[in-house]
């Protein structure tokens, strides 16, 4: 239930980080305009999570010594890369634009994504309160 409940979460924080990112002018947009786009925008989002949990981690890994280097603000890089990947599945969500521009968009988006979902989390039940 609680892992249904944070992918919901994240479900939300990309669509808040979408509105944002539409009204800064930046290329990453959520398209939900029937219940079918968002049972999509839900697999997208259980995309992007695998993605970050495999393939995320596996980069995050490789590239530690330039991590450490800038003391961890490339992790915000592969953040940003694993949101392109995601979104070029096209499943709920896009990222328009190419190139530079579309990673400026998916960087931005990727920091409101963290954003966002850290702060809601606050409002999910403890750990220790599970049984």
Known sequence: MKMLLRWVLLAVSVAIASAICVALGLGFKVHVASTGD??????????????????????????????????GLFALVINALVLMIAASLNMGFTLEGSGFQAFIAAFVASILISLVSGALGVFLPD???DD
């Open 127 to 129: 750990k220790k309160n």
């Open 38 to 71: 968002a049972l999509k925008l839900l697999l997208g989002v259980m995309i992007l999570s695998f993605l970050n949990a495999t393939l995320g981690k596996i980069l995050k890994f490789i590239t530690m010594p330039l991590s450490c280097l800038t003391l």
